[in-house]
């Protein structure tokens, strides 16, 4: 499809149709149109059917930063329209990749403007200030486009004797000449004077070809009347209008019905057909972005603001991390702060370690606003399920950010959830004036002696409910209290889960094994001092990774046979001891032989 | 207590139990079996309404039949705001009457279409909806002016009143009658601002409000 | 890119012989008990009446007798030539179980689509809020589905009810067996709230009026001697009265059948073993069928 009418631009909707937490049902060429706007102001235009089902997502609900679909409860992010959650799969994070069809959009003149595959910008008019334009009451008339601006080019619309005069309850007097002063295939500009010649207003009635029988009519007015003038300047072109619908309706009827227009529905990409693997290979840093914003968010923290260069930065869920590559070479995980559908940006905060191998130094030392860094996509290997009755997120000093997002999320749906925020001062929180914002569901541990913190894990996490989960990131101590005290006070490690910063393991690289390669029928040599990572890259196996140290679980493999040594800290104890999968970046056989499904 | 002769896929029934819950009133509901049990239309039934119809209630002895009378009598009678039934107020109370008729024709056209789609009840299909799509277009472009004036509802009072309530269920239930609400836009709205009342609540068929956090 | 079309005939006659040579539910016998009745049937007109010697009858298009049973209830017609009879519920042949027709009601999509939604389970916390699930509790259990003697069947479905049944009080695990016998008609079991040894059996058995046009008879054989026959009716009506605006706003109206028409996950499992079993058995009538080639 390339026709004229799909490379063009056109009015979809009016500023009237968005309004908050609304969704418009549209239709253009035979395409039936999801629009709505986000609380952020951003409008969204999508193809009106959720790719799972084929619901139509104008009956989903708009939540101010999501559109949730009403069948199955699949949330898509503003913007992306990428999938953040699907409910039957709590633990899983959905395949980034899940994406409902978008439509580009603008606003302009009061209108929201889109297209099938739209050359340029929509259409700038001499005759309409951008600003100044007022929109009129849009009409939708049963008659094919050409019809209908065949009519409009002999449409007397003469508002001009109403416009600035206060309203005195008359209707619009016979008015001056109406003349057309521009055309072409979707709009008609009609010039009207004033009864007395004085005065002319000007005003643009474009035509929206909804589908082969239907179009509806989109007009604005040159300038804004006075206030008390608007409301007969609607009515006067309602009535307009409405005689010029049935006047069309008329004439269409006598004609035979047109064939109607059959918008074709893209296939979904072949890896969405089937359940989803897991995915993406390697530790790519696949997007470029700038830093917009740099600045102190608590005592030795910077907190930076990532916009992208080019196109839209994909679609994260709460407990996402992205691989931040650094000018110095190296590569660092943080996790994404933000709440719900804020795709405008990517926030992180990082701590300054003056220990560490120089990333975060790097980071606070030499990146400044509108340096560009490359980082990857957003990863979810920290998930928030949200089907428990109550959450705990738990956090340690920087810990807070994956947990910031997951608050958010939290709250912003409605679901109860505690955030427990433990930190060296009130100078040591981050983000404090987001977590302010979180209102009553959050509890300050100030100072603590490290007795004193696990005296206060231990009321945090005092006796578990019914579906209850809990989610833990801090210093490394902090987790290993926080795991014993939840093992001890009754919960199973599938309703804790832990993000560590890093993996403080001490790892025996001395053995050496084989690893067969189930699917790709290869069998390779680990050799002592290398890891099985780098020894399926050699070979050309490509592994999905990003921190490469046994504590962000992007590594994870299936393992078929053989007893693997975990030498990671993302796996919990069951999944440790059941074996049935390895990070392959640290972790080791403990006999000769492994079996991975790859 | 009141007791409601109900069926609950009935929309007229649904009225009732609507402005109920909205007021908080109690109520005992006696199921009629309408559809498939034909109950409303037994010897049994006849005793409470010859006529053979739902909705009826029963308020400690004070019977009364057709939704959009027991609107009128449970607003009146225990609305303590005075505003979903605004006896005074007559300009309001006037737009309130000329609605509740206008309401009696979506029942007669879009609810003639959902039953016969439904429970293929024997109606000019082609008519009804045609009929439906007339009115839907009036109430459509009426409620387009009120929010320019900055009304949110289908008479001038800033509170919705028991016409808005009266036209709810045929509007939101229309499609099930194959009336689609494509082309009524500031209709959608509305059925969107309706289901944010305090006290609303859901038939089979209507979908609930989003529960997500406020805007701001 | 190849593409979908999605434009949809109405009164599609059908020459698909996989579904013409069906049985049919076409009509409730209470309801043609009542008066004639007349409809439509894969597109044709339908005429069914009781004679005057109390049999049920059937004619399709301008006047054609059509062979009929009754069965379970329902009188099924056909317009083709089936190999057998009617498929088997051998509930209805245990005295102490209620057996009825809780509702027949029309939809505007198409049986297969009707079919798919009555196997789902990911959608009972939305569109059942409430009755057959409730959010947070949201999650589908891995569950296992086979095929047996030409039929499908989906075991260990596990979610969390708060109320599962007319006669159950309190939020429940409850258990689901499925079962699709028919490319038109699918059944299921749960766990009986009165008899925890037994199942109560809840059927969706299709009359397709046209492709995209439906009635659905909702036939119910349960345990429950304490609740009357209209609150045991009540309760499944007010479940596929929930179904119907969902099963109206899925577009396309016809089932597509190319696994790149749609996006399953997991939970589909049933759903996507249907397709490709519609897909096998050459079904082309309410579906859209993959393109030639395409592996289903």
Redesign the interface.
């Known amino acids: 499809m390339s026709g004229e009418a799909e490379r063009r631009w056109h009015p979809v ?1 009016s500023q ?2 968005v ?4 969704v ?2 549209g ?1 253009l060429l035979g395409r ?1 149109l999801a629009v709505w706007r986000a ?1 952020d102001g951003y409008v969204n235009v999508w193809e ?2 959720c ?6 997502l104008s ?1 989903g ?4 930063r999501e559109l ?1 679909c ?4 699949w949330r898509y992010a503003s913007r992306t329209a990428g999938c953040t959650y ?6 899983d994070a959905p395949a980034r990749t ?1 994406c409902n069809r978008t439509f580009p959009a603008l606003e302009r003149y009061g209108l929201v403007w889109s297209g099938e595959e739209p050359d340029g910008e929509p259409p700038v008019l001499d005759a309409l200030e951008p600003g100044g334009a007022f929109a009129l ?2 009409v ?1 008339v049963r008659a094919p486009a050409e019809m209908v601006v065949d009519a409009l080019s002999r449409h007397r619309f003469s508002p001009t004797d109403l416009i600035g005069a206060a309203a005195d309850g008359n209707g619009p007097g016979p008015g001056g000449p109406v003349t057309v002063t521009g055309q072409d295939r979707y709009h008609v500009v009609l010039r009207a004077e004033s009864a007395d010649g004085g005065s002319a207003s000007t005003a643009v009635f474009f035509a929206q070809p909804a589908d082969a029988d239907r179009t509806v009519v989109r007009a604005v007015l040159a300038g804004r009347p006075a206030p008390d003038s ?2 007969p300047v ?2 006067h072109h ?1 009535t307009a209008l ?1 005689q010029l619908r049935d006047a069309v309706e008329a004439e269409a009827r006598r004609r035979p019905p047109p064939e ?1 227009m ?9 890896h ?5 693997e897991p995915a993406p290979k390697g530790r790519r840093a696949g997007l470029r972005v700038q830093v917009a914003r740099k600045w102190p968010v608590a005592e030795d923290v910077a907190g930076f603001e990532l916009v992208s260069i080019a196109g839209q930065l994909p679609t994260f869920q709460p407990g996402a991390h992205i691989d931040v590559h650094l000018p110095n070479g190296l590569v660092r995980q943080y996790s994404l702060t933000n709440g719900p559908g804020e795709l405008d940006r990517y926030r992180i905060g990082v701590k300054l370690e003056p220990d560490g191998g120089g990333g975060s130094r790097s980071l606070h030392e030499n990146v400044r606003v509108g340096d560009v860094l490359a980082v990857s996509e957003p990863r979810n290997n920290f998930p928030l399920r ?4 109550r959450t705990v997120l738990v956090a340690g000093g920087i810990g807070i950010t994956p947990l910031l997002a997951m608050a958010q999320a939290l ?5 109860d959830f505690e955030l427990h925020v433990f930190a060296r001062s009130e100078d040591h929180i981050a983000f404090a004036e987001l977590i302010d914002g979180l209102g009553e569901s959050v509890t300050r541990h100030i100072g603590l002696s490290p007795s004193e913190t696990g005296a206060a894990l231990e009321s945090v996490l005092a006796g578990p409910g019914p ?1 209850e989960h809990v989610y833990v990131c801090g210093p490394g101590p902090m987790l290993d209290a926080a795991r014993r005290i939840a093992a001890a006070g009754g919960r199973t490690d599938d309703t804790v889960h832990f993000e560590y910063f890093a993996n403080p393991t001490d790892i025996d690289d001395s053995t050496t094994f084989t690893v067969e390669l189930a699917r790709s029928a290869l069998s390779l040599e680990v050799p002592a001092g290398a890891t099985i990572m780098e020894v399926l890259r050699a070979n050309g196996v490509e592994v999905s990774s990003s921190c490469e140290t046994g504590a962000c679980g992007t590594c994870r493999v299936a393992v078929l046979d053989g007893e693997p040594v975990h030498n990671d800290v993302y796996l919990n104890d069951t999944e440790k001891q059941q074996g049935g999968e390895m990070m392959v970046c640290v972790s080791r056989a403990g006999g000769d032989r492994l079996v991975l499904d790859i | 207590m009141i007791t409601l002769y109900d069926w609950e896929l009935s929309a007229n029934c649904y009225k009732v139990r609507l402005l109920m819950s909205i007021l908080g009133l109690d109520h005992h509901a006696v199921p009629v079996d309408f559809y498939p049990g034909w109950e409303h239309k037994s010897a049994e039934f006849a005793k409470i309404n010859p006529l053979g119809h739902i909705p009826v209630i029963d308020d400690d002895g004070y019977v009364l039949r057709d939704s959009h009378a027991i609107l009128v009598y449970l607003a009146a009678r225990y609305d303590k705001s005075g505003r979903w039934y605004p006896v005074d107020d007559p300009e309001v109370l006037g737009e309130t009457a000329s609605w509740l008729l206008f309401a009696e024709g979506t029942t007669n056209t879009a609810s003639a279409a959902r039953l016969y789609v439904n429970l293929g009840y024997d109606f000019d299909i082609d008519a009804v909806r045609a009929g439906a799509h007339r009115l839907f277009g009036v109430l459509d472009e009426h409620l387009w002016f009120r929010e320019r004036e900055g009304l949110d509802w289908v008479t001038s009072s800033p509170h919705p009143t028991i016409a808005d309530l009266a036209l709810f269920p045929d509007v939101a239930l229309s499609e099930e009658g194959g009336v689609s609400r494509e082309d009524y836009p500031a209709l959608r709205r509305w059925t969107d601002r309706f289901r944010q009342i305090d006290g609303f609540t859901v038939m089979p068929g209507i979908f609930a409000p989003s529960r997500a956090a406020p805007p701001g | 890119m190849t593409v979908m079309a999605t434009a949809e005939a109405e009164t599609q006659v059908c020459t698909d012989p996989v579904i013409r040579n069906q049985w049919h539910a076409v009509a409730d016998l209470d309801e043609i008990r009542r008066g004639e009745l007349r409809t439509l049937l894969l597109g044709e007109p339908l005429r069914c009446w009781i004679d005057s010697g109390g049999a049920a009858r059937a004619a399709a298009g301008p006047d054609r007798e059509i062979e009929v049973r009754t069965d379970y209830g329902y009188l099924w017609a056909t317009l083709g030539k089936p190999s057998g009879g009617v498929f088997d519920v051998p509930e209805t042949r245990e005295h102490d179980r209620r057996t009825l027709n809780a509702l027949t009601v029309g939809i505007e999509v198409s049986a297969p689509r009707a079919v798919e939604n009555f196997l789902d389970m990911a959608h009972f916390p939305y569109v059942h809020a409430g009755v057959l699930g409730e959010e947070p509790h949201t999650e589908v259990a891995e569950y296992r589905v086979e095929e047996r003697d030409g039929e499908l069947w989906a075991f260990d479905c596990l979610f969390y009810q708060p109320r599962a049944a007319a006669a159950s009080s309190q939020a429940v695990l409850a258990e689901y067996v499925y079962r699709v016998p028919h490319p038109y008609s699918a059944m299921l079991y749960k766990s009986s709230p009165t008899d925890a040894s037994r199942m109560d059996a809840i059927g969706i058995f299709i009359h397709p009026l046209t492709a995209t046009r439906i009635r659905a008879h909702l036939f119910i054989s349960v345990l429950d001697d304490v609740s009357a026959d209209r609150e045991i009716r009540r309760f499944q009506q007010g479940v596929i009265a929930q179904d119907k605006p969902i099963l109206e706003n899925q577009h396309p109206k016809l089932l597509p059948l190319d696994p790149r028409a749609e996006t399953p996950i997991r939970a589909d499992r049933s759903a996507i073993v249907y397709r490709r079993w519609l897909s096998r058995l050459g079904v082309t009538y309410g579906v859209i069928p993959a393109a030639e080639g395409v592996r289903t």
């Open positions: 909707a009237y149709d309004v908050p937490r609304h418009f049902w239709r039936e609380d009106n059917r790719l799972h089902r084929g619901v139509r009956v609900t708009n939540d101010g949730v009403r069948y199955h409860g699907i409910p039957a799969h709590p633990a899940i009451r849009g939708t608007r409301i609607w009515r309602n409405t109607p059959v918008a074709a529905i893209e296939e979904v990409p072949i969405l057909s089937e359940v989803p949200r089907d428990a009755v709250r912003h749906q409605g679901l579906h």
